[in-house]
């Protein structure tokens, strides 16, 4: 082969090459975009891993009964440990504002609503629809009701 098709040959395979990973770049965002939508709700974990594995290890009816016991089981102990790890936390912010003055519990404060704003700008940006609502529709943004914890995992404001 002469050095001028040879030339043509590699940068016809190049941009094959390119054109494959733009286009497989792409097809992987749309699958992104729409796991972002489908959410993780209680409800809707269970019945994804089940058909999920349903597909893939030809599962029994049976064996479906027994795994939806344990997948929801798995979600319920998941669900309490991250309960758990909320309210540790909020009561070491109890705690660590006892030892604080007046103006460092307001500063505390401040970095607290700071980091939460934080949070709930990254989940937003896995949801890909901004600031997560945790209230009710026509709540506007924030908790649902004073005294309420975030959901969003984000540490609680200090006591006053």
């Known amino acids: 082969m002469s050095g001028a098709a040879s030339w043509k040959v590699w940068v016809i395979f190049a941009g094959v090459f390119l054109a494959g990973g733009v286009t497989g770049g792409f097809v992987s965002l749309r699958v992104a975009d729409r796991l972002v939508e489908r959410g993780r709700s209680p409800g809707q974990f269970a019945p994804r891993m089940i058909e999920h594995l349903k597909g893939q290890l030809d599962l029994t009816e049976a064996q479906q009964s027994e795994l939806r016991v344990m997948v929801e089981a798995s979600w319920e102990e998941l669900h309490q440990q991250r309960k758990a790890s909320r309210e540790t936390l ?71």
């Open 90 to 160: 909020q009561a070491l912010s109890r705690e660590i504002a006892t030892i604080l003055t007046d103006e460092q519990r307001q500063k505390f404060a401040t970095m607290q609503e700071a980091q939460r704003k934080r949070w709930q700008q990254m989940a937003g940006e896995r949801r890909g629809s901004g600031p997560p609502r945790n209230g009710p529709p026509g709540a506007g943004p924030g908790r649902s009701e004073p005294g309420t914890p975030p959901r969003d995992g984000s540490p609680p404001p200090p006591p006053r």
